[in-house]
């Protein structure tokens, strides 16, 4: 077990690439603090796990909002004296429109919960790892999207080129004091968000699939074990990596 006794938080742990996350880490012996806006979906997340014989509790968090994260954060070290991995993974779809036609509501939300939210999560971790002898390690959900662009997708692509940035920075500034950072960005992964931004109907999921050299969509376990690697021991050399897990689409 990899990761056995080590305390991890994961946002947006309750659907998606999250939950698979949750479920993969609680495998590797993690005790997973499953953080997310939907409280009763996490909740979900989190009785399944423990009915399964692993460990999880249910954190509510909206990650945009200032000081949440924080507070988060010094709940779970008062409860278990440190906090040892991160997993900054809550997202949301952007609008479907051309620069032009977004709505400056619409370019706020993306930006506040897509970077803003990863950038309180990441301050507040980094703010507790430095205490820790044992440092921590930290990955961010970027995306396809933090390295290359996408049509109609402008808020969500300077979102995601924005975590891939502040990934880079983090891991420069913190590797000396032991924190590893370090960022995932998938391609097409078959959750909840894909099927509200791409649409679900099996043509439009052929026509993805064509596009990727592995020519399929995957699924979120692929992306959780990038992410249980990168937060264990056995990736204890890379930091400041934004690690495309997209089936080869990035290097077209
Ligand atoms: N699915 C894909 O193809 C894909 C591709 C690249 C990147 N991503 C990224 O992966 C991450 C996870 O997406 P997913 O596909 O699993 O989507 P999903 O919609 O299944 O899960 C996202 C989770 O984040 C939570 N969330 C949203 N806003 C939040 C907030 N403000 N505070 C706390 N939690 C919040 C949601 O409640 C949900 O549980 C996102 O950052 C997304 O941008 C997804």
Redesign the pocket.
């Known amino acids: 077990m990899r990761l056995e006794n080590k305390v991890v938080l994961v ?10 996350t949750v479920n993969r880490l609680v495998e590797d012996g993690a005790h997973v603090v499953v ?4 409280v009763e ?2 909740a979900e997340v989190v009785a399944a796990v423990k009915d399964a014989g692993g460990n999880a509790e249910v954190c509510e ?5 200032e000081g949440a994260a924080a507070t988060a954060i010094a709940s779970i070290v008062h409860t278990h004296g440190r906090l040892d991995g991160a997993f900054n ?5 952007g609008p479907g429109v051309r620069v032009l036609d977004i709505e400056p509501d619409d370019w706020a939300r993306v930006i ?3 970077l803003t ?1 990863v950038f309180n999560c990441v301050q507040a971790e980094i703010a507790q790892m430095i205490q820790q002898a044992s440092g921590g390690g930290i990955v961010n ?5 933090g390295l290359v662009a996408l049509p109609y997708a402008a808020a ?1 692509n300077a979102a ?1 080129h924005g975590v891939v940035g502040l990934t880079k920075s983090a891991a420069l500034e913190y590797g000396p004091k032991n924190i590893r950072v370090n960022a995932v ?10 099927e ?3 649409g679900a109907t099996e043509e439009r999921r052929e026509k993805i699939s064509a596009g990727v050299p592995l020519r399929r ?2 699924g ?1 376990i692929e ?1 959780a074990e990038v992410v249980t690697w990168l937060l264990s021991a056995q990736s204890s050399y890379v930091a400041g990596v934004a690690m495309p897990v997209d089936g080869g689409f990035t290097v077209q």
């Open positions: 946002t947006g742990g309750a659907s998606g690439i999250g939950r698979a953080a997310d806006r939907q979906l996490a968090l909206d990650v945009a909002e993974n809550a997202g949301i779809a506040a919960v897509n939210g959900t970027a995306s396809i999207c969500y995601k960005c998938p391609g097409f992964i078959d959750t909840p968000m894909l509200q931004a791409a969509i995957a979120p992306v």
